[in-house]
């Protein structure tokens, strides 16, 4: 059975996740792994780790800001979402999404973004969305949003 788990800084999970993120096949991965060494998650912002029979099964984060440039108006981000080859189709990203939304509306949110270039993906989890935007990298990706379940607002 899969658990998702919020990772806390100097906890023996957020030292695990580190080190999955900085390993795995995701280039983007290192750079999460850099984000948690530098301390670079403040106030609400959490990464998500999802557990399978101990080992660890992928990651994703809820941060303040994504890849819209600085003034936009959404907030906040599900990002860094990913899992593991070896424990793909489980369902596991779901798993961490809701977690990310539930603990979103539990700190005041009633909505969550999502940045992706992936197509049918997101909409599956219940995602709408929004338009394409130019992006900080100059490429232009989709912006998502999903609104939090009523019985998760706070």
């Not at 788990?5 to 999970?13: Q, R, T």
């Not at 983007?28 to 099964?57: K, S």
């Not at 700190?107 to 270039?117: E, I, P």
């Not at 197509?119 to 599956?124: D, I, M, P, S």
Request: proline residues 3%; glycine residues 12%.
């Amino acid at each position: 059975m899969t658990e998702v788990f919020i990772s806390e800084k100097g906890s023996e999970l957020w030292e695990k996740t580190i080190a999955f993120a900085e390993n795995c096949s995701w280039r983007a991965g290192t750079e999460l792994a850099r984000l948690m060494r530098d301390e670079a998650f403040h106030g609400f912002e959490r990464v998500f780790t999802a557990v399978e029979g101990g080992n660890i099964a992928g990651f994703c984060t809820l941060t303040e800001k994504d890849e819209l440039p600085p003034g936009s108006p959404y907030t906040p981000f599900i990002g860094f979402i990913f899992v593991d080859e070896s424990f793909r189709g489980r369902r596991i990203s779901e798993q961490m999404i809701r977690k990310a939304v539930s603990y979103a509306g539990e700190n005041g949110f009633d909505k969550v973004y999502l940045m992706s270039g992936e197509v049918g993906l997101y909409e599956k989890y219940g995602f709408t969305k929004i338009g394409d935007f130019g992006t900080i990298y100059g490429d232009t990706d989709q912006l998502f949003f999903i609104d939090v379940p009523e019985d998760v607002l706070q």
